[in-house]
């Protein structure tokens, strides 16, 4: 028998949880932590063994009044998601990369907020998982199931991910596959530098990775380029406006 449910049930309130539990852990979280534990358990959406593990995670998000553990609460999130993609909340992140089709695929994304009445938030980006799982809350039943379905290969990707740092909001997504009717299971991820870094640049009299540039005491290729006008660098130098000669 499996323990997955055949037939798609209500689970509005759930995914809205669900969306607050992976948005950033500010103290108005916090504040209403209580209130979401109880909203769970009403609906009845998720097995009691998922609910003990999301239960686990909000007595790990409480600061139980300490400001201190608040500022580490917060900080551990920023860590987490905010550094690797691989645990990145931003579903094209993981589809499109920095390609070019990430743009239309947003366009396309907002226009079916839109279709459904949904408007963006300022600041709020259309792929970010806290986002669409509030749009997935206002669908039916069947569709919302569907729609979860559609994004469970990625929603794989990030539980493994979050269960390689051994984040307790791995249950998160493992309550979001349960209600795709997936099973929450480990795939590969391959292992990937953090942002900070992927983007560093290199050390100062090292070289670079740019073309034309090597280590010290490797052959440095000279390019020579003609000036027109026979310019001096001063005079080819653009103006700026504002800055003094």
């Known amino acids: ?5 055949t037939a798609p049930m209500t689970a509005t309130k759930t995914l809205r949880v669900l969306a607050h539990l992976l948005s950033y852990p500010d103290a108005e979280l916090r504040a209403h932590l209580p209130e979401l534990r109880t909203a769970l358990r009403d609906e009845r959406a998720l097995t009691f063994s998922r609910l003990a593990e999301l239960d686990a995670l909000m007595e790990r998000l ?3 009044g300490q400001p201190r553990r608040a500022l580490e ?7 987490l998601f905010d550094r690797g993609r691989g645990t990145a909340l931003h579903l094209f992140e993981h589809v499109h990369g920095d ?3 990430r743009g239309p695929a947003m366009v396309d994304l907002c226009q079916t907020y839109e279709a459904a009445g949904l408007f963006l938030a300022p600041g709020e980006l259309p792929d970010h998982l806290t986002v ?3 749009y997935a809350s206002t669908q039916p039943p069947a569709q919302a199931r569907a729609f979860l379905g559609e994004i469970a290969h ?9 269960l390689r740092r051994d984040s307790a909001h791995a249950c998160v997504l493992a309550a979001l596959l349960d209600l795709a009717g997936e099973k929450a299971q480990a795939v590969a991820v391959p292992p990937e530098p953090a942002l900070d870094e992927s983007w560093a640049e290199p050390m100062a009299f090292d070289g ?12 440095q290729p000279i390019q020579i380029v003609r000036a027109h006008g026979h310019q001096t660098a001063r005079q080819a130098a653009p103006t700026v406006p504002g800055a003094s000669a």
Do not use: H, K, W
């Open 132 to 134: 669409v799982l509030q």
């Open 62 to 64: 409480s600061d139980r």
């Open 154 to 162: 990625i929603l794989q990707v990030i539980f493994s991910a979050l």
């Open 73 to 79: 609460i917060e900080a551990e999130y920023v860590e």
């Open 208 to 219: 670079c990775s740019t073309q034309g540039q090597a280590r010290p005491g490797q052959p």
């Open 1 to 5: 028998m499996s323990i997955f449910n």
């Open 99 to 101: 390609s070019r089709d």
